[in-house]
C-alpha cells in the first residue's frame, strides 16, 4: 500500500498549535508517510515532529468554522491544532488514524530511517556476545545450540546458557514440559557467593500432576552440591491453582525436594496498564487539590505495584547474595513479563557493572529482547487509547523505568546513567525511528531483517554529544549490593517522566538540580588543581 493513498490532505497552512507551556504557534502542517509536522517557517525552535506510531488518540470537534484536533501520544504529550477548514480537519484526523495503526511492520519508519553511526551495535550487542560474556563469568554453565531453529522455544534466542551437566535432549524434554517451551536458563550468575537467577515460565503440571523427570534433572543440575534453591512464582496462589486446572501450575514440592516455592504475587500486564491509566488521569489533572491528587494516586495502586515488582527483585537478590549464594528459578505464567522484571531488577540490585551505561543496555539487549519480552504486542496502544480498543496483551513498560528510577533516587551515586536515559527508552519503545523494540522476540526480528535494514538505538544513545546527556556526573563505581528500601515513605511519583508534559515545575526543578551538581563538579575539580599546584610548591 502507498502512503498517499491513506493522506487525503497532506498539507494545511494557517493552523495554529497550542500545547502545554508554550505560546500559540501559527504555521503549516504536513502529513507525511510517518510523522506529523508542523512549522512556523520563522523559527525552528518553533517546529513540531511527532511519529505516527506514537499517537495513541485523535479527538476532532468543531468549533464554528474551526476544527480542532487533539492529539494524545503515547509518551503523554497532548497537543491541539486548531485547523481552519472542516474538511481538512476531518481529512487530517482519518489520514492520521490510518497511519498510526499499520499493523504491516515493514512500513514503519525505522526501515526508511538512516543514520550515521562509526559503531555497529547490532554486533555489539549480539546473542553470541551477550551469551559468551555471561558464561565467562558464570563456572558450571554452557552455551547451548538446543534452540538455534527456534524449535524448542520461538520466543527465546537462538543461543541459551544453562548447567554444563545437561545434555540438549534434557532441555527439549524440559521444554515440553513448560509453557510456551520457556524451559529454565540463566539469566545472571552471582560470583562473588556461586548463586544463579534463572527464568522460567510456569510448568504444565495440570491437574493430574503431571511430572517431568528431564524438567526435574535440569533445576537440579541448577544447584551447587549441598545447596538449595528458591522458585518465586509472582503470581497469586489462587491464580496458580486456577491455571493448574487449565493445563498449568508449580512445581510440586514431592517432585522438586530440593527446591522451596515462595510467592511474590505482582499483578498482570492488563491490570498494570489499568492502573498506570489512573495514576496518568491524576497526574495530568493539574487543577485537582491536593486531597483530590492524593486520593487518585492512592486510588491508582501504581506506587503498590512498584513497591510488589521491588519486593519480589529484592527477595531473589538476597535468596542469592545472603542465603548461602542459593539459586533462584523466578516465573509466573509466560515467563516473559513479570518474570523479566524481577530477574532485571534484581541484577542491577547485585551487579555494579549493570548499573553503567553499556552495562544497562546489555541488560536491556539480553534480558529483555533477547529473553522474548514482546514488545509490539504490549505497547500497540497506551493509557490514551480508549479501553475498548486495547488488545488484552498490551501493558505498561513503565513499571520496568519507573523501578530502575526508584533505584537511582535511592543511589544517586551508583548508577552512570540518569533518569533522562529512562524517560527516552520508554518513548522509543512506543515509538522509535530505530529498529530495536521492533518484533517480539530474535525469531521475529530475523525474519524482518532489522539487523541489515534498520539501526540500533545504541547507536544513537552512544553518539557523540548525546551520550553526555544520559551520564550521571557524580557516578562513583559502587561494588557493593543495593538493597533499596520499600517502604511507602520512601517510593516516589515519578514526576520528572510522568508530569514533564503537563508541570514545568518538575522539568525545570531538575534542569536546576543539574546545573547545581554541574557547578559543584566544576569548583571540587578547581580546588583539585588549586591542592595540587600548593603542594608542588611546597615541595620544591
Known sequence: MEFAEVIKTPKVDNVILRQAFSLPVEGTLCITGHHIIL???????EELWILHRNVDSVEKRFVGSVGCLTIRCKSLQTITLDIP???????????????????NVKLLYPFFHRYRSQVDYWSEFSVTVEASKLVSRSPGWRISQANLDFRLCPSYPSLVVVPNDVTDDTLAGSAGFRSDGRFPVLSYFHGPTGGAVVSASQPLVGANNRRCRDDERLLNAILSQG????????????????AKTRGGGSEPDGNYPLWTKVNKPIER????????????EGVVDVGSSMDKWLSRLDGSGWLGNVRDVLSAACLTAQCVDRDGGSSVVVHGTAGTDTTLLVVS????ILDTQSRTVSGFQALVERVWLSGGHPFMDRYYKSVYSPTSMRMKTESSTFILFDCVFQL??????????????????SEHVFASPYGTFLGNCERERNQLDTQTETHSLWEWVNSSGVLQRFTNRLYEANPAVLWPSIAPQSLLVWLQCYARWVNPECTARERYTNHLVDDLIDRREHLKKDALRLRQQLLR
Open 39 to 45: 512549522s512556523s517557517r520563522r523559527d525552528a525552535s
Open 345 to 348: 531488577l534484581a541484577q542491577l
Open 227 to 242: 545447596r538449595k534453591g528458591f522458585i518465586i512464582d509472582t503470581r497469586l496462589s489462587g491464580v496458580v491453582a486456577a
Open 85 to 103: 477548514s472542516l474538511d481538512d480537519c476531518s481529512n487530517v484526523a482519518d489520514s492520521i488514524e490510518v497511519l498510526s495503526s499499520f499493523d
Open 269 to 280: 500486564s492488563s491490570n498494570l496498564l489499568d492502573s498506570f491509566s489512573k495514576l496518568i
Open 408 to 425: 537511582i533516587h535511592q543511589f544517586p551515586c551508583s548508577f552512570e546513567f540518569n533518569q533522562d536515559l529512562l524517560v527516552e527508552l
